[in-house]
Structures are given as structure tokens and as C-alpha cells.
């Protein structure tokens, strides 16, 4: 979460939850400041995005999530992080900000599958070799295209296209809402457009080898311990950002 989930901020939930039980995420990252912008050469630049002093540390703990419209540039981008000892890294293709979508990237990706999936296969690329994983943030829809149909779809071009990878390596995040890329703020894009979790309970049954992940509106220990059931995993973000001491009682109650 831009703005939230810096270094610091992932400091704090570790002291809070020490026990290695929870990823946590960095803010996305363009990739462009790898391929262009060579970020990873200047350590204390990198820093302000990416607990690099705890990277032994954390461990797979961390995710350092990038956007890219570029296949290149997300090439790029992982070879740095995986030479970094970065152990899980995600594709944005959520966010509907309008500065992200003038970059061709976030959740205006999900309208172009193929596009999506080649640039998942160029990280996969750079990947090869590591114990580096890759996964895919989404939205369950994008604007109309909100069907089962277009989920699938969206999925099963990341997962061909992907399919020289042992598939139990790609993991796919869902956040259980579509995004509406015109006349809703990205705040609004969080609350305003309704749940649809068995839209990624439907995407599970579909895809039985691929790591899914819920996200969205999970903020209480039964809710987690509920999609826990059925799904890989759950993600939250809000609820921890207003809540840090949450992950403790998850602690608690879920391990």
C-alpha cells in the first residue's frame, strides 16, 4: 500500500508478530526504476522501498511487489531483487489510480490477458534457478468484464503461458471486487463495488494446481478462519493498517 507498507511500517508488524507466521508486502514498485531508473544500485534509494537490512531475516516473509507494462522491464527488475535474495515477488495488476493506468499498468492490465501473461512469463524467466516466487495481484473484473468467463480467462492465459514452471509456483491474489477504472477513486474502488468471494472459490474449483489468495473485506478472526478453508490463503491491508496489533491475536487464534 502506497504511502503505508515502507520499511518502517514492515518493521513495526514484524515486532508485533515475530513468529514468521505472515507475509508482508512492500509498496509496488515500477519496475522501470530497476531497468531505467538502476535504483538498485543506490541502496539507500532502495531502502526507502525495501527492508533490505532484514531481507536474511525475513526471509520468504517479505513480498516486493512491482508494476510493469514491459515483459523487459519486469525481467529486469526481478533479476535485481533475486540478486537482492528477494524470495517472493507480485505483479500488480489491481490498482485503478489513474496515474497507474496512464502507465499501462495495475488493473488496466487484466483487459489485456496476453499482455499480462508475457509479462509474468518474463519474471518467471528471471526467476529460473532461485527459490524466487511469482504471483499475480487482480481483481475479480475490470470495468463491464466481470463475468466468470473473463476471469478465467485473464488466469488461464498467465497459467499457459507460464505452464514451463512447476504451476504450484504461480500464485494468484484475489481481491474479491472488480475494479471500475472510471468514476470511482481508488478509496471507493475498496468499498463501493460489492464481494463476490465465491467468484474466487469459483476460480479455485477451476484452476486446482494454482495458489489462490483472498483478499478483500476480511477484517475479523472468524473471517479468516473461514476462507482459510477453502482458500490458500487470505490477505489483508486496510485492517492491518488501521489495526497493526491484529496480527497478533491471529497469532493467537489461527496458529
Known amino acids: ?69 514491459s515483459p523487459d522491464d519486469a525481467y529486469e527488475a526481478v533479476r535485481q531483487l533475486v540478486k537482492l535474495g528477494v524470495c517472493n515477488i507480485n505483479l500488480n495488476c489491481g490498482c485503478p489510480s489513474r496515474n497507474v493506468q496512464m502507465g499501462s499498468f495495475g488493473a488496466v492490465l487484466m483487459k ?30 475490470v470495468d ?39 468514476g470511482l477513486s481508488p478509496k471507493e474502488n475498496r468499498n463501493i463495488p460489492e464481494l463476490n468471494y465465491e467468484r474466487v472459490y469459483e476460480m479455485l474449483r477451476a484452476f486446482k494446481t494454482t495458489s489462490f489468495i483472498v483478499n478483500g473485506g476480511i477484517d475479523s478472526v472468524e473471517s479468516v478462519a473461514k476462507h482459510l478453508d477453502t482458500a490458500d490463503g487470505v490477505m489483508m491491508g486496510r485492517k492491518i493498517q488501521e489495526d497493526p496489533w491484529f496480527l497478533s491475536k491471529l497469532d493467537h487464534h489461527i496458529y
Not at 531508473?37 to 525495501?50: C, S
Not at 499457459?160 to 474479491?176: C, F, P, Q
Open 112 to 141: 489485456t490477458p496476453q499482455t499480462t501473461a508475457n509479462i509474468v512469463d518474463a519474471m518467471c524467466l528471471a526467476a529460473r534457478g532461485s527459490s524466487c516466487r511469482i504471483s499475480v495481484k487482480c481483481r475479480i473484473g
Open 144 to 182: 463491464e468484464h466481470d463475468s466468470v468467463e473473463f476471469l478465467q480467462r485473464f488466469i488461464s492465459a498467465i497459467v499457459e503461458r507460464t505452464r514451463h514452471v512447476d504451476e504450484s509456483s504461480i500464485g494468484i491474489i484475489l481481491h474479491a471486487r472488480k475494479a471500475w477504472l472510471q
Open 1 to 69: 500500500m502506497v504511502d503505508v507498507t515502507d520499511p518502517c511500517f514492515l518493521r513495526m508488524t514484524r515486532l508485533i508478530s515475530p513468529f514468521g507466521n505472515h507475509q508482508l508486502w512492500t509498496e509496488m514498485i515500477h519496475a522501470n526504476a530497476f531497468a531505467r531508473g538502476h535504483i538498485h544500485k543506490d541502496p539507500r534509494k532502495l531502502a526507502q522501498h525495501v527492508p533490505l537490512r532484514e531481507l536474511n531475516d525475513f526471509g520468504s516473509g517479505i513480498v516486493v511487489q512491482i508494476g510493469s507494462s
